[in-house]
């Protein structure tokens, strides 16, 4: 019954930062073990994680985008937020949140939203 969706502008110029917040219901960001993870997938390509924030509130980020990403958690409203900084337009994909456990040393993601489609452009 946990559900995740996700919310923000879809259009970002270049330069400015990209914010997205995913808003997880029926379930807690505080449930044991569990990774709370941002994702996107650009025109043609292959779905990337961008990075994560567990349940004890440690974060982590992909290397190729580390250097522009923060992820944060509001858990009084049972929410993570994405930001990405100085976006250009190789940044235009379809972002989604997702959750999950560690399985055999890898997430094992049992809860996904729709995706949200973000466009970088002046």
């Known amino acids: 019954q946990v559900q995740l969706q996700e919310s923000g502008p879809g259009l970002v110029k270049p330069s400015e930062t990209l914010s997205l917040t995913c808003t997880v219901s029926?379930?807690?960001?505080?449930?044991?073990?569990?990774?709370w993870s941002w994702f996107r997938r650009p025109p043609g390509e292959e779905e990337l994680l961008i990075g994560y924030i567990t349940y004890m509130g440690n974060t982590a980020y992909s290397s190729s985008l580390k250097s522009r990403t923060s992820i944060s958690r509001d858990t009084s409203k049972n929410q993570f937020t994405l930001q990405l900084s100085s976006v250009t337009p190789e940044d235009t994909a379809v972002y989604r949140c997702?959750?999950?456990?560690?399985?055999?040393?890898?997430?094992?993601?049992?809860?996904w939203g729709q995706g949200t489609q973000v466009t970088v452009s002046s």
């Open positions: 029926g379930g807690s960001l505080l449930n044991n073990d569990y990774y």
């Open positions: 997702a959750g999950g456990k560690i399985v055999r040393g890898q997430i094992k993601y049992d809860y």
